[in-house]
């Protein structure tokens, strides 16, 4: 299942992936929060305990400068219970729009586990999950980003 999100940070792309790049340290700290919010909306529209709270790591690969972007890329996946959740494999696109603006992408995708039965519970549930979840990792790093590049 593909998983797509995107913000805005101001700064140039260098200054954007340095402050990124000094910001790896934060980022499994994000991506828990982030998981958070997205277990928040599962007991919104599921009440109940439904699906086990879970950890989250967050590795991140070197950055690669690709056509005027740069893309980073990371492995999200779960600290324990790995048969019960899907790890997601994701590339972060940095993308100039103009001078002072830089847009932050997530791409990303993973594989339901229990095959048929588990793409009907991504269908039905867990991809809306999946995506809030990345909507609040993206936005805590895009606020994270814009504070850092005004305090510089």
Not at 44 to 51: D, N
Request: charged fraction near 20%; aromatic fraction near 8%.
């Amino acid at each position: 299942m593909l998983v797509y999100y995107f913000g805005h940070v101001e700064g140039t792309l260098a200054e954007v992936a340095i402050l990124i790049g000094d910001s790896q340290s934060d980022l499994s700290a994000w991506a828990q929060l982030a998981v958070r919010h997205g277990e928040e909306l599962r007991t919104r529209i599921v009440p109940g305990p439904f699906m086990p709270a879970k950890d989250v790591h967050i590795e991140v690969g070197k950055a690669e400068r690709r056509l005027g972007s740069v893309v980073i890329p990371i492995k999200w996946k779960a600290t324990g219970a790995h048969a019960i959740f899907p790890e997601m494999n994701a590339d972060l696109v940095l993308q100039p729009i103009g001078h002072m603006n830089v847009q932050v992408v997530f791409r990303g995708s993973y594989d339901p586990p229990f095959g048929g039965i588990g793409r009907l519970l991504d269908r039905a549930l867990m991809h809306r999950l999946a995506e809030s979840s990345v909507k609040s990792f993206v936005d805590q790093l895009c606020t994270a980003v814009n504070e850092r590049s005004n305090r510089r």
